[in-house]
């Protein structure tokens, strides 16, 4: 899913296989309601983002799904995450079987209006905004269907199992701590404590050994390694560059971000979250209340969380 922040204005559009007419679909509460059912189960659909399988794909492009697709994608009813389009399906010449259903992947088309309300194209909004000028930027929130591998006929599809071995999970987790660039320095000043500074750009981190494990260590560090990305020098977030007091919303929702950022680079690494952090049941409250309230909130969290982890890993966005 395209990591474009969610505006005010925006469109709704479905672009089916079959069909592109438009309908008055409200995705943003569709999506946020998927969220919602799995949290009331107790479960923190951003954590369990791991199988044998490895991550959710589509399985013709080899595309890992990101952003809102990877928390939905890793939570359907299905063992092995592997999906394909409609399209792709009848290229290889197979077929749906009857009463299967759909799992929809959401993404963003963003454009531009000059002052006028006339459409114009990208690199002409930024000659326009470099001259003063003013740019509306919209996006447009569309969907399309795909179908797990287990509701295809007539395509013989080939699974690998992917699970890492401990060790491939612990190299895997320093070469994310190796290859940050402008990583902020690592100390250990206080031995109590896991936290990020932001002021002085340093994470103060225990010895992996005070941790029951190492999968402990490494997932306390990728939260404050999220943070981290909120500097100034980094992507500027706003949670970390202007000072808010502890329980303030600001304050509330750096601290998802960096929550759910640690889940998505443990994705990275095959460490199943779940197995290492009890869900809590009034952070899944406090999740429901916001939720509920909001149903743009969600992609706003797993959009700048999803920037933050590719930051981390030197992906482009």
Same mark, same amino acid.
């Given at each position: ?5 969610? +505006? ?27 969220? #919602? ?21 589509? =399985? *013709? ?20 995450? =592997? $999906?394909? &389009? ?10 749906? /079987? ?23 194209? @990208? ?6 905004? *470099?001259?003063? /000028? ?12 795909? $179908?797990?591998?287990?509701?295809? +006929? ?11 071995? @401990?060790?491939?999970?612990? @190299?895997?987790?320093? &070469? #994310?701590?190796?290859?940050? &660039? ?19 750009? =340093? ?11 190492? +999968? ?5 560090? !990728? ?12 992507? &500027? ?7 808010? /007091? ?7 929702? +750096?601290?998802? #971000? ?5 889940? !998505? ?7 199943? =979250? ?30 700048? *969380? ?12």
């Amino acid at each position: 899913m395209n990591d474009t922040t969610v +505006e005010s204005n925006t469109i709704v559009e479905n672009k089916n296989a079959k069909s592109q007419k438009k309908e008055k679909r409200d995705l943003y509460r569709e999506v946020t309601d998927k969220i #919602i059912a799995l949290l009331e189960k107790g479960i923190a659909p951003w954590r369990q983002t791991w199988s044998s399988y490895g991550l959710a794909r589509n =399985y *013709a492009t080899k595309h890992q799904y990101t952003g809102i697709n990877k928390i939905l994608m890793n939570n359907t009813i299905y063992p092995i995450p =592997y $999906f394909i &389009s409609f399209k792709q399906v009848k290229a290889q010449n197979g077929t749906i /079987k009857k009463g299967a259903k759909a799992e929809q992947v959401y993404y963003f088309n963003v454009f531009f209006k000059d002052s006028d309300g006339k459409t114009i194209d @990208e690199e002409t909004a930024k000659q326009l905004k *470099a001259v003063g /000028k003013e740019v509306k930027k919209l996006s447009v929130l569309r969907y399309f269907n795909v $179908f797990n591998v287990a509701s295809i +006929e007539g395509i013989e599809f080939d699974i690998p199992e992917v699970e890492l071995k @401990e060790n491939e999970r612990i @190299e895997k987790c320093e &070469s #994310i701590l190796t290859d940050m &660039s402008n990583r902020p320095e690592i100390r250990l000043m206080n031995a109590n404590e896991a936290y990020y500074n932001a002021i002085e750009d =340093y994470i103060n981190m225990p010895a992996i050994k005070q941790f029951d494990s190492p +999968e402990e260590y490494y997932l306390t560090l !990728f939260h404050e390694m999220v943070h981290s990305t909120g500097h100034k020098s980094r992507l &500027s977030r706003k949670g970390i560059i202007e000072p808010n /007091k502890f329980g303030s919303v600001p304050y509330s929702e +750096e601290e998802i #971000i960096a929550e759910m950022g640690a889940a !998505f680079l443990s994705t990275e690494v095959g460490i199943n =979250y779940d197995a290492v952090v009890e869900n809590n049941a009034a952070y899944l409250q406090g999740w429901l209340t916001k939720l509920k309230k909001d149903k743009r909130f969600i992609f706003k969290v797993s959009a700048q *969380a999803q920037q933050a982890t590719r930051y981390i890993l030197g992906n482009d966005f």
